[in-house]
């Protein structure tokens, strides 16, 4: 019996509809990938675009990138980079107090980060008060401690509760935890507000909850410690070592570099307390 060969129109269906497979989710991916380089135009374009947010995203980056590599031509985009830390959508305050951290010779950028210490959003107020440690400036020591701390998470208000995770669950920011069922039929979401682990539940799905009782403790996840701990070598205090003693005592459930900033964290604290004499 003759083989059936495909014919042409066929072979060249399937050849196309394979490239397509390989090339859309790669274009997606690159268009969308924060790395991609842009040109000075293109960052000023995507700086202003309100209508596609990860536009501004990618060009904060992008000038990130160059302030680290020392690139003095991106000053031009400093004010407009400090106008950012009004912006109403919190990925974007997010971003930009991020960049702000990495200039500490701009004060516009300094009193930014500074307003930035009472945004309504946890992690907003996380990178200000990081990025004001590149200033000198000690007014963010009080959020970067919580960093270092398991928190409760609350009902936002009464109501049955119906948890979305399990103890020991890793997290990340906006994560669904738990919704609470209103009494008018409606339902409220509890998302974390920061990336973590699910540390304890303390109350079960079905159990009615009041506002403000704690529903979970949501401990830190490893790179936000981390980063705490090294803010904390230049401003901690004596009494911030007990719990970055805990760190430094920590076993395997922590990694090594935890440990180890725990460990150079609480000498460098030791060493301003106890200056050397001469």
């Given at each position: 019996?003759?083989?059936t060969?495909?014919?042409?129109?066929s072979v060249?269906?399937?050849i196309l509809?394979?490239?397509?497979?390989?090339?859309?989710?790669?274009?997606t991916?690159?268009?969308t990938w924060?790395?991609?380089p842009?040109?000075d135009?293109?960052?000023?374009?995507?700086?202003?675009?309100?209508e596609?947010?990860?536009?501004?995203?990618h060009?904060?980056?992008?000038?990130?990138?160059?302030?680290l590599?020392?690139?003095?031509?991106v000053?031009?985009?400093?004010p407009?980079?400090?106008?950012?830390a009004?912006h109403?959508?919190?990925?974007?305050?997010l971003?930009?107090?991020?960049?702000?951290?990495?200039?500490?010779?701009?004060e516009?950028?300094?009193?930014?980060l500074?307003?930035?210490?009472?945004?309504?959003i946890?992690?907003?107020?996380?990178?200000?008060?990081?990025?004001l440690v590149?200033?000198g400036?000690?007014?963010?020591?009080?959020?970067?401690?919580r960093?270092l701390?398991?928190?409760p998470?609350?009902?936002?208000?009464?109501?049955?509760?119906t948890?979305?995770v399990?103890?020991g669950?890793?997290?990340?920011?906006?994560?669904l935890?738990?919704?609470?069922?209103?009494?008018?039929?409606?339902?409220?979401?509890?998302r974390a507000?920061?990336?973590?682990?699910?540390?304890?539940?303390?109350?079960a799905?079905g159990?009615r909850?009041?506002?403000?009782?704690?529903?979970?403790?949501l401990?830190?996840?490893?790179?936000?410690?981390?980063?705490?701990?090294?803010?904390l070598y230049?401003?901690?205090?004596?009494?911030?070592?007990?719990?970055?003693?805990?760190?430094?005592?920590a076993?395997?459930?922590?990694?090594?570099?935890v440990?180890?900033?725990?460990?150079?964290?609480a000498?460098a604290?030791?060493?301003?307390?106890s200056?050397?004499?001469?």
């Amino acid at each position: 019996m003759p083989t059936t060969r495909p014919r042409p129109r066929s072979v060249l269906l399937m050849i196309l509809l394979a490239v397509l497979f390989i090339l859309v989710p790669f274009l997606t991916w690159y268009l969308t990938w924060f790395g991609r380089p842009l040109t000075d135009r293109q960052i000023e374009r995507y700086l202003n675009d309100e209508e596609r947010p990860r536009h501004i995203q990618h060009a904060l980056s992008q000038i990130a990138d160059r302030i680290l590599r020392g690139d003095p031509s991106v000053r031009r985009w400093y004010p407009k980079i400090a106008s950012l830390a009004e912006h109403p959508r919190p990925e974007i305050r997010l971003m930009a107090a991020w960049v702000m951290g990495q200039e500490n010779r701009f004060e516009d950028f300094h009193r930014a980060l500074k307003r930035l210490l009472n945004d309504p959003i946890p992690m907003v107020r996380r990178n200000a008060a990081l990025g004001l440690v590149r200033f000198g400036d000690e007014s963010g020591r009080s959020e970067i401690q919580r960093m270092l701390r398991a928190e409760p998470i609350r009902a936002p208000e009464d109501g049955a509760v119906t948890v979305s995770v399990s103890l020991g669950d890793d997290v990340r920011t906006e994560t669904l935890l738990a919704q609470i069922h209103r009494a008018d039929g409606r339902k409220r979401d509890v998302r974390a507000p920061w990336p973590g682990r699910v540390e304890r539940l303390l109350v079960a799905s079905g159990t009615r909850v009041r506002a403000g009782e704690v529903i979970l403790s949501l401990a830190p996840e490893s790179q936000q410690v981390y980063e705490a701990l090294r803010a904390l070598y230049f401003i901690g205090r004596e009494e911030d070592l007990p719990e970055i003693e805990r760190y430094a005592r920590a076993g395997s459930e922590w990694p090594e570099a935890v440990r180890e900033q725990a460990r150079r964290t609480a000498s460098a604290i030791r060493q301003r307390r106890s200056p050397s004499r001469p």
